[in-house]
């Protein structure tokens, strides 16, 4: 019996370096994606709990702003988007983000009971947020006649996303935002 789990770990091994894995590169583009998302000229005010204003730019915005806050916050307003906090979508984002920060901030080398989720089926669900989240913008801003460049890497169903095989023709019959290129055309 000991040998037949000795043989077969390595599946479960490989199960769990791959959900971690998804989780912390779906983070990392949906981090990525907000970032492209904001525009050059873009500043952001907030007031802080000792009611000073703040001020970003989007330098600062890149660097200091959360993830949760940019979704949030900056692309809805950026986009013009619906409340994204109102959605289900939401709640399963801030899963994602906890699950992100268990592998990230990991505590203890003992503590592996987190683990236990990766081998729940609701785990796929968690693993497609990064993904929806790009739909919710992309869906919101597309029935405004805009669009942005880097939406046509996402998804191949053309019926979705652009693909990269329609975006020339999408991308001439509608108003491009979002910086691709830091805002310099190539």
């Known amino acids: 019996m ?46 802080n709990n000792k009611k000073i204003t703040e001020v970003y730019n989007k330098d600062n915005i890149e660097r200091w702003i959360s993830l949760n806050d940019k979704l949030s916050n900056i692309l809805v307003e950026v986009y013009k988007t619906d409340n994204i906090t109102k959605k289900q979508l939401w709640s399963e984002f801030l899963q994602l983000e906890r699950y992100r920060h268990e592998i990230i901030h990991q505590k203890s080398v003992e503590h592996v009971s ?47 996303i652009p693909t990269k095989y329609v975006a020339m023709e999408f991308f001439s019959q509608t108003k491009v935002i979002g910086n691709l290129y830091e805002g310099k055309m190539k």
Not at 2 to 26: C, D, M, P, R, W
Not at 141 to 151: M, Y
Request: glycine share 2%; hydrophobic share 40%.
């Open 2 to 47: 000991k040998e037949k789990v000795y043989e077969h770990s390595h599946i479960i091994y490989n199960h769990i370096a791959l959900i971690q894995q998804t989780i912390v590169f779906g983070y990392t583009a949906l981090e990525t994606f907000a970032n492209l998302s904001i525009p050059d000229n873009f500043v952001y005010s907030i007031v």
């Open 114 to 160: 987190f683990y236990r989720k990766y081998f729940k089926n609701n785990i796929y669900k968690f693993l497609s947020v990064p993904e929806n989240i790009i739909k919710f913008f992309y869906e919101q801003v597309e029935r405004q006649g805009k669009t942005n460049r880097i939406w046509s890497w996402v998804n191949t169903d053309v019926k979705s």
